[in-house]
């Protein structure tokens, strides 16, 4: 909506929450609308998406205790929510993309199913995950550290203790640098429910970045689907390029089998030493491989293309049904390797990975609890 002044949204606003609505959309183009207190007097909301609001509940609201769906784009949670805990015992799907004052956005939602938060620079994580049903988790800082305005003290360890039962886990280069756990090798528990890790916007030549993924890997006995999502090495300072390199030829860089691991995919590929030692890592320790995707950089020649394929080739398997897919990055103009981002909740190529990424997660939570969202 375009409007020079929100005095006739409010009166709308005033006229569907007498109306039992169960499903409201209030896509805003304008300046912050702030959300009229009858709008929290829609007790019988099934699905709410928001864009572009500020956020303050009356002193008295306890909760939406139908809402099953929430999306959150650019919205204001003021800073005088007093502490209030929102009641969402019906919740099972939550996004958030670009939101402001998250930290007081403290909601108790013990049946959610899917978590995706993006962008979101002062969330307080471990606040949003009340639920032991969570099965699919995307979390992308989509900037460095330095640029929020606070952290939890936390890491992948206690992060996956909130939610045992995860199935899809996806997170950005920015939270590996952050949250990985100590350099430790295992978690006290191993996460036995994850079948799917997707990772975007980092770099095998980032030491935090590799001790991230590996992390990941060595905690998850029965991961089943890995997909990586790099950015170019000249983002990044190249003096890690050595100490990564050495960690990845140590003996005891991977220790353990990748016994459920059938599938992977990675690009865009620049054929550097960190990330072909990675490939040959990966492949000298999936017995069980069966897909094995990998899309070069498009800034490369053919040359360099053809000699990253040809260095590939010659790499150990532990899979003999292992089937290796090299793709021209001219030939994938949707991104066969995903990743893609597209609308999700309104906006253009700037949330979560993608359509992709929602499919792939409500497909899980189906499967796991015969759930359809």
């Not at 375009?2 to 006229?15: A, G, I, K, R, Y």
């Not at 929510?81 to 402001?100: A, D, E, R």
């Not at 004052?101 to 995950?129: G, H, P, Q, R």
């Not at 045992?164 to 100590?182: M, N, R, T, W």
Request: hydrophobic residues 40%; charged residues 20%; glycine residues 6%.
């Amino acid at each position: 909506m375009f409007l020079d002044s929100f005095q006739e949204v409010d009166q709308w606003m005033l006229f569907v929450s007498t109306k039992g609505v169960e499903d409201l959309t209030v896509a805003n183009s304008n300046q912050l609308y702030q959300l009229p207190s009858c709008v929290f007097s829609c007790l019988k909301l099934r699905k709410l998406q928001l864009t572009n609001c500020i956020f303050k509940p009356p002193l008295l609201f306890e909760g939406f205790l139908y809402l099953e769906r929430l999306a959150l784009k650019n919205i204001d949670f003021t800073t005088d929510l007093g502490g209030t805990v929102i009641n969402l015992p019906q919740l099972k799907w939550l996004t958030m993309h670009s939101c402001t004052n998250v930290y007081n956005f403290k909601i108790k939602a013990t049946k959610l199913l899917t978590l995706v938060v993006t962008d979101c620079c002062d969330v307080m994580l471990l606040e949003l995950l009340h639920s032991q049903r969570l099965a699919c988790v995307c979390t992308l800082l989509q900037k460095p550290v330095k640029d929020f305005v606070r952290l939890e003290r936390m890491n992948l360890a206690l992060l996956f203790t909130k939610m045992p039962q995860v199935q899809f886990f996806s997170v950005d280069g920015h939270f590996l640098k952050v949250f990985i756990a100590e350099k430790g090798k295992r978690f006290p528990h191993a996460v036995n429910s994850l079948r799917r890790i997707w990772l975007k916007g980092l770099s095998l030549g980032d030491l935090d970045h590799l001790h991230g993924v590996l992390c990941l890997l060595r905690n998850s006995p029965n991961l089943e689907e890995l997909r990586m999502k790099h950015i170019h090495m000249s983002e990044l300072r190249h003096h890690g390029v050595e100490a990564t390199s050495n960690h990845l030829e140590s003996p005891d860089c991977l220790d353990q089998t990748l016994n459920g691991l059938g599938t992977v995919e990675l690009s865009p590929l620049q054929g550097s030493k960190p990330e072909l030692l990675f490939l040959k890592l990966l492949l000298a320790h999936s017995p069980s491989l069966e897909k094995f995707t990998i899309q070069s950089d498009g800034t490369l020649d053919a040359n360099k293309r053809f000699n990253i394929a040809k260095d590939v080739m010659r790499f150990p398997r532990a899979s003999s049904k292992a089937d290796l897919i090299y793709l021209d990055p001219k030939s994938c103009k949707n991104d066969a390797c995903g990743f893609t981002l597209r609308k999700l909740v309104g906006g253009s190529e700037v949330l979560y990975f993608g359509y992709t990424i929602l499919q792939e997660s409500l497909k899980v939570v189906h499967s796991l609890f015969g759930v359809k969202l």
